[in-house]
Structure formats: C-alpha cells, structure tokens
C-alpha cells in the first residue's frame, strides 16, 4: 500500500481531494477541514437541552416513585448518592482485608480497591510525616546559624 494519490475523484463536475490507496484524505488537500475539534453535533445538543427541559418533572415523578416505595426508584437514587459499589465495614488494616477476604465477606475487586486506598493513604502519611521532619531540620539549622554539629 502506497500513500501517493490515485486519482482525482469527480462528482458531478466537482473535483473531490485525492485519496490514497487505503481511501485516506492525502495530506495538504484543500477542504473544509471538517468539524472543529471539540464541537458537538446538533443531535447531542438538541439531546441536551431536552433532558434539561424536563429536569423538574423528573424529579417530581422520581419524588412520587419513591413516596410509593418504588424500589427501583430507591436503588437508583441510592446509586447516584453513594455508587454502585456497596458500603463495606471492616477494620482497616491489611490483616484485616485479608481476612476479610478469605472469609468471603468481600470480592477480590473489593480487596484490591481497599488495598490500593490503603497504600494511597500510607504513601500520603509518610510524605507528610518527611514535611514535619524537614521543618524541623530546618529549624535546627537556623539555631545553629547554619553551622552544623558534629
């Protein structure tokens, strides 16, 4: 396959930009260069602005589901408020997740998530606990005018 242009392409009397071999627009062909990066089309707008219409009555029709004790309606709303996954009590600490896990209170997906939270957290104390450290070398340092120690 070749990049050079085949041939130049009519339509109804209009030349079309060359293409190459696999159909491809060859570079440096005039044109209207297509939609802009980031625009969006008229049906996602048009979309948009409908759901922003009926906002209000969708909240009262979701208010009346749940008065009715809908189920769906409350597992819905339940989902958007605290997410799909499920809220979890457990000690953490990674015996305990570990634990946790061979017992089957929690899913593998559950241990990796909290084991990687941990880890997070863990990583974000010991960056804090070398800020404290550092502060207060520096404050030995300025008692010392600058004159180290030995």
Do not use: C, H
């Not at 000690?91 to 997740?97: I, L, Q, S």
């Amino acid at each position: 396959m070749t990049d050079q242009p085949l041939y130049p392409a009519t339509s109804g009397g209009t030349v079309v930009p060359l293409r190459n071999t696999a159909g491809q627009f060859v570079p440096g062909n005039p044109g209207n260069g297509g939609r802009k990066s980031g625009s969006r089309n008229r049906v996602s707008s048009e979309f948009a602005a409908a759901i922003k219409d009926m906002s209000d009555e969708a909240i009262r029709s979701l208010r009346a589901l749940l008065a009715k004790n809908d189920l769906t309606a409350t597992l819905w709303v339940a989902e958007r408020i605290i997410g799909k996954g499920r809220l979890i009590e457990i000690e953490a600490t990674p015996n305990d997740v570990r634990t946790a896990l061979a017992d089957g209170t929690i899913t593998t997906t559950e241990a990796r998530d909290i084991a990687t939270t941990l880890s997070r957290l863990a990583d974000v104390e010991s960056v804090e606990a070398m800020r404290q450290e550092l502060a207060e070398l520096r404050q030995l340092i300025e008692r010392n005018n600058g004159q180290a120690r030995y």
